[in-house]
């Protein structure tokens, strides 16, 4: 339980963090891969917030999920 907990917040931070700053996540993964690159685009930017959304409701899942079952 306590582990569920534990990941549930860690996922509730990377998602809200993506979903509000897509062009920090672009910095620290994609940028260093291009030495012409001047940001991400907005197909990037809308895949990051969804799996930022994505990944938020999976945290509120892992920490409702022990109590319920």
Do not use: H, Q
């Amino acid at each position: 339980m306590l582990w569920s907990i534990i990941c549930g917040i860690i996922f509730i931070i990377i998602g809200v963090l993506a979903f509000a700053r897509p062009d920090f996540i672009w910095e620290v993964t994609e940028k260093w891969k291009s030495c012409y690159a001047d940001g991400p685009s907005d197909l990037y930017r809308l895949n990051t917030r969804l799996g930022g959304v994505i990944f938020a409701v999976l945290g509120i899942a892992a920490l409702i999920l022990p109590f319920i079952l």
